[in-house]
């Protein structure tokens, strides 16, 4: 097992503006690789645009746009929601860059020599929405594909991948790997559609010309979501075995239920066929809804998640997008529940604590960090309120290694929570004549105590935890996980500035 850590977007489509669907997986992705990089794991983030197929053509179409200028124009906006959200990818890849075109190519004549792709006649249903096809028995009461799509027949002479070969290395597959699929409903979810039979699954299109040309075909363009699915290992450089290759597959690939057959099903069987390693993991999340509707481009119900970080600041809408749904189910977005959420949790528990510990140390200590011995410290490091600072450490990485990202941010405010009853319970500023040595202790306990809260945050809160770190004097190169301990504890004494609210409440 490689120590590295490779996590990847879906890429998306670039058939309209990006909605608060693309950026909470955007965001999930974030968290996750910022917080392996807190674990000092070596970690690759990948993501990217989705830019061939019938469905951006139509759109380009109606924009009265070649499909290359629309692409490019919508490209950009998705980078630009990327910068916007704080997105730490190293890599954004397009599916119309030559890097990845090749890498299709590569992969599709692999697939052709080994006997694995054939050529044959399509005739079925098509939904242009989904880029996918379905069988008559799929298909709904109504005609309508079971996503609720509409779709139209096709018959068209065809490529074919071979699926059917691969059912039973398939099922054995999900058998011997129980945590290939997460969550085990949509591991079941993908099982049961795999044993009642895998038919051969048609890879390439003639109706339309916005793709990727068979090598040696040019009427037919390659089935967008081979082409799409072959991004992640074209990202690393495929079919060269190059180092980046070597270093980071197999990826973690985060993904909405949506298209979960689709990398649960279709692309180990194109990995299996092309002799490549299956990913790692295919971690399958809930949906956003609007008023109970799955959110989404084609219903048009969305929320911009430009829009909301406009209106509410980034750190609170990240915040709200990883706390309010427990990761793999769906949720109901409100503003509502994103002001209260961040006002009693962020304001309330997390900025408060401190604002009013740091204003404290400002103002009765010499505008500095409490100055305490090296005795003193030791004896902190013993009170329950560090100890279970500490063991949250743990609890944190491991609920993160479940994908629990809503209780790791729930352990933490948790912390903040514990000491704002401390406070209370000892009430420094009663202590400011009488005793002002054991005044200067428990602020020491607090701020310490905040420095766990701030180093933990910062793959949630990036800024705002990076300011609660600055204001406690917190070295650059000392804000790991590692750092947690008592070897790293504050320097007492250290000058501070005067403190500057980090998560004001949001006023309805
Ligand atoms: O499917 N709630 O692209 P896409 C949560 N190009 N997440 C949502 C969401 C919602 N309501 N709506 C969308 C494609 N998403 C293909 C992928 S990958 C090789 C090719 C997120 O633009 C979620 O991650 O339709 C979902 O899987 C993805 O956006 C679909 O994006």
Redesign the pocket.
């Given at each position: 097992m490689k120590d590295n850590f490779y996590i990847t977007?879906?890429?998306?489509?670039v058939n309209d503006a990006p909605?608060i669907?693309?950026a909470?997986?955007s965001i999930t992705c974030d968290v996750i690789s910022r917080f392996k990089k807190l674990q000092n794991i070596n970690t690759r983030f990948l993501t990217g645009c989705?830019e061939h197929g019938q469905k951006v053509e139509s759109s380009a179409i109606k924009n009265n746009k070649t499909p290359q200028e629309f692409v490019d124009q919508y490209s950009q906006t998705f980078q630009a929601m990327m910068d916007k959200l704080n997105i730490s990818n190293d890599d954004f890849i397009r599916t119309t860059e030559t890097r990845h075109k090749e890498s299709v190519k590569a992969l599709w004549n692999k697939l052709k020599e080994n006997g694995s792709i054939y050529k044959g006649k399509y005739a079925g249903w098509y939904s242009m929405r989904d880029e996918a096809f379905y069988s008559e028995k799929e298909l709904t009461e109504d005609g309508k594909a079971p996503t609720g799509a509409d779709v139209e027949w096709i018959e068209e002479s065809s490529y074919f991948f071979a699926l059917s070969k691969w059912q039973d290395k398939l099922l054995d597959y999900y058998e011997k790997n129980e945590d290939f699929i997460y969550p085990k409903s949509a591991r079941k979810e993908v099982i049961n559609f795999v044993k009642n039979g895998l038919t051969d699954l048609s890879i390439s299109r003639t109706s339309f010309k916005w793709g990727i040309n068979v090598p040696g075909d040019e009427e037919h363009v390659i089935y967008v979501w081979l082409d799409?699915?072959t991004?992640y290992i074209s990202a690393l450089g495929y079919p060269e075995k190059t180092q980046q290759l070597n270093d980071y597959w197999p990826a973690t690939h985060v993904?909405?239920k949506?298209?979960l057959r689709?990398h649960a099903i279709y692309w180990p069987a194109f990995l299996m066929a092309a002799n490549i390693q299956l990913p790692q993991k295919i971690v399958s999340?809930?949906?956003?809804?609007n008023d109970g509707e799955?959110?989404?481009k084609s219903l048009g119900n969305t929320i911009d998640p430009i829009e909301l970080v406009n209106q509410y600041g980034l750190d609170p809408v990240r915040y709200f997008l990883m706390k309010e749904i427990t990761f793999g189910k769906d949720g109901n977005f409100s503003h509502d529940n994103l002001v209260s959420r961040v006002n009693s949790e962020l304001a309330n528990k997390v900025g408060n604590l401190l604002q009013r510990t740091c204003s404290f140390a400002f103002k009765h200590c010499n505008k500095a960090l409490p100055d305490i011995s090296t005795t003193d410290i030791d004896a902190i490091y013993n009170i329950s309120l560090i100890t279970k600072a500490q063991k949250t450490i743990k609890l944190c990485i491991s609920e993160m290694d479940q994908y629990n990202i809503s209780q790791v941010l729930e352990h933490i405010i948790t912390l903040a929570e514990d000491a704002n009853a401390y406070i209370d319970q000892e009430a420094p500023w009663s202590l400011k004549k009488t005793n002002p040595k054991k005044m200067q202790q428990i602020l020491y306990t607090l701020l310490e105590l905040m420095r766990y809260i701030g180093i933990m945050l910062q793959p949630f809160v990036p800024d705002a935890a990076n300011k609660i770190l600055n204001q406690l004097q917190v070295k650059q190169n000392q804000r790991k996980l590692e750092h947690l301990k008592r070897e790293y504890a504050l320097t007492s004494g250290a000058t501070i500035d005067a403190p500057e609210p980090i998560f004001p409440r949001i006023e309805k």
């Open positions: 977007t879906p890429i998306f489509y909605h669907g693309h909470y997986t989705d799409a699915l991004n993904i909405g949506d298209i689709f999340h809930g949906w956003w809804t799955k959110i989404s």
